[in-house]
């Protein structure tokens, strides 16, 4: 029997398509996963049974590095967290939700701003650079910052996430023609609803990357399935990362107690204000959540 090892790219309707080299491997699963309550993903690295030519089964699963329920993913390398400078107005509790999120994971998250036309991105810039998180700032007037994000998903698997209206088809497109077609505007506008394109699918960008197309995934479906612990939430705040374990208090939630190093750099102006008041935001929300909300995670 002949093996061979690849990356799930498309999955749909029971298929499997598997990158290996050259070749596109049409699989069905094995009945096992369905036993195991794992199925496949579109980002898996597997192990494909070669039935004949180009068919074959998926009959292993290789270890994820980490996966998301919605969109239906594995392995991701990065999220680029999309934003506009206005219209609509950026919402930085939700940014900061995204990249935490993305953190939570092991993803690498970045921020992309767009509509750089209709105004400063240099709010945006400030809170940003001081958290260590790479921002692009795009128009789709011109090119600038496209070759840029280009280079920086070039190698894993990426994928996009903001809200509606942002310009994240309008970015896709520009990124890689083949992107939009299954997304935003250009969907609705070939009365495809979102419904008959809810299927993943990954594309080659560059050497060895792959960007997911996404169909409907925003904000709002990242942020329904990912639940982050408070006690987990500081970690997922690369920039306090430093003062964290110089606290007076173990135990301490860097929200409001006497010795705490987060506050300190706060008031000394090595965090910025507005990741400190999202933090604060998302850790009232994380003391919310019910143990059993969390079985499983
Ligand atoms: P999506 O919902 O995030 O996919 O957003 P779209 O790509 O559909 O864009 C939403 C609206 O913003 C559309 O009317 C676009 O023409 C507009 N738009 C997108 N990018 C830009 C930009 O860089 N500048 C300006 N002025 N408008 C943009
Ligand atoms: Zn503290």
Redesign the pocket.
Known sequence: MDYQTGLIIKATGGFYYVAAGDVIYECRARGLFRKDGVSPLCGDRVKVEVISGTTGCVSEILPRKNALIRPPLANLDTLAV?TSVCDPAPNPLVIDKMLAIACHKGIRPVLVV?????GSAGKLQEIYRLAGIDLFT????SDEGIAEIRVALSHGISAFT?N????????LNRIDSRLALA???TSQKLGRGRHTTRHVELYRIGEDGYIADTPGFSAVELERYEVIRKEELADCFPEFAEYTGRCQFTGCSHTVEKGCAVLSALAEGKIHPSRHASYRALYEDAKKIKEWELKGR
């Open positions: 999309v767009t509509k750089a036309d209709l795009v128009s789709d007037k903001g509606t209206g942002v310009g994240k088809s309008s970015l997304t935003g505007e």
